[in-house]
């Protein structure tokens, strides 16, 4: 069976892993790199997976791993999602001293101004944008970045990092390896700066922050900051843009929105569910035999979890292919399950329902500018990101 991650078209990719899907829960596979895995699509089997201890994040080799040097790979790879108790347990605790829900509700007020500065700008530049640059992209960098202290100067060099970092596979090994050394450069040069002259930041913040004798280390301290800037955009740019594109491609649904904006919370969950940001999380390792839907998975096996699968899994969802934002189960696994749960979460999903929000208010009439097309969606095992999407005002 060959992997469906490639898919460039959105109904391509769903009807590719929904066929899948069909024939069961669990799949044997070859993945696009090469590598054999077992495909988990169905929703409950993804949970209790996900959730099971022997299941664990796997310590297999990444991509270009011939090529990278080890002081490469502890820069970037010492994070939350990819270590295992009792790392992961310290890590998180560390990391949640400073990212903490506060915090992130601070927060509104900003995002809303960023927000509409950005909806101004869109207006003056005439009827026609792509809504990626122009919107769904600079909303989230600019405000990781301010949160974690980056310069305004430099995020456009980190969204070219980011973008070959994080789907490192579909890219040449010196095109990878020339990415991650400057982003890795960067963020320890941001790191010195934050020593010497903390801004109050959270950054700062993790520089500093203790659990006793415990703080992070030199190369925890890069692959956090990696992390959180990595993740804290990549996912919400495709949380709005998707997000958009599915209402604009259900105007019943957004008619009703328009109608009864209360829903805007559900809404945000609905299109999580329906066409998340995620197309699989980062895969997993069987440290022993694992059964499970009456399947043996052995031990040493990798397991790939097809989130944007389970979450149209017509076993849990009625009607999984449909877009219902008055749906009453909104138990969606769009940001993972158990200890690897998307710790930012909280904020994607306020960025998301005031991108949504503030974007349909300021401009009722939004459509789709070239509305019989399908748009070209980003290659990798990751990341569901719509690349551009034109959109009249």
Request: aromatic share 4%; net charge negative; charged share 25%.
């Amino acid at each position: 069976m060959t992997s469906p991650f490639t898919e460039t078209s959105g109904i391509a990719r769903h009807a590719s892993l929904a066929e899948i899907g069909a024939a069961g829960a669990l799949h044997r596979m070859m993945l696009f790199t090469g590598v054999p895995v077992w495909l988990v699509t169905g929703y409950p089997e993804t949970r209790e997976l996900l959730a099971h201890p022997d299941v664990v994040r796997s310590s297999l080799e990444g991509p270009h791993r011939d090529t990278v040097t080890d002081d490469l790979v502890s820069a970037l790879d010492q994070h939350m999602l990819n270590v295992n108790p009792p790392d992961h347990t310290r890590l998180r605790k560390l990391v949640s001293a400073a990212f903490t829900r506060r915090r992130i509700e601070l927060l509104e007020p900003r995002i809303r101004e960023i927000a509409a500065d950005l909806l101004d700008e869109m207006a003056a530049a005439g009827d026609r944008v792509d809504l990626v640059d122009s919107y769904s992209y600079p909303l989230p960098i600019t405000v990781i970045s301010e949160l974690i202290g980056i310069p305004a100067i430099r995020r456009d060099d980190f969204r070219r990092w980011s973008s070959i970092v994080v789907n490192a596979s579909v890219y040449p090994a010196d095109v990878y390896v020339e990415a991650a050394l400057a982003m890795v450069d960067f963020i320890r040069e941001l790191i010195e700066d934050k020593r010497v002259a903390p801004s109050g930041d959270l950054l700062s913040d993790l520089i500093g922050v203790r659990d006793g004798g415990d703080r992070l280390s030199p190369d925890e301290l890069t692959s956090m900051v990696y992390l959180l800037l990595a993740a804290g955009h990549e996912t919400t740019v495709s949380l709005i843009t998707n997000g958009v594109h599915a209402l604009l491609r259900h105007p019943d649904q957004l008619a009703l929105l328009k109608a009864e904006p209360e829903r805007l919370p559900a809404t945000v969950e609905e299109l999580l569910r329906y066409d998340g940001p995620l197309q699989a999380a980062i895969p997993y390792i069987t440290k022993a035999p694992v059964e499970v839907g009456g399947t043996t998975i052995g031990a040493g096996e990798v397991v790939v979890f097809a989130l944007l699968a389970a979450n149209r899994d017509g076993d849990k969802f009625a009607k999984p292919d449909q877009l219902d934002i008055t749906r009453a189960e909104s138990s969606h696994i769009a940001f993972g399950h158990g200890i690897h749960h998307c710790l930012g979460a909280p904020l994607a999903r306020l960025e998301g329902r005031i991108a949504l929000g503030m974007l349909l208010a300021r401009f009722p009439d939004l459509a789709l500018a070239e509305p019989s097309q399908d748009p070209v969606r980003s290659q990798g095992l990751l990341m569901n990101a719509i690349t551009e999407l034109p959109v009249r005002l």
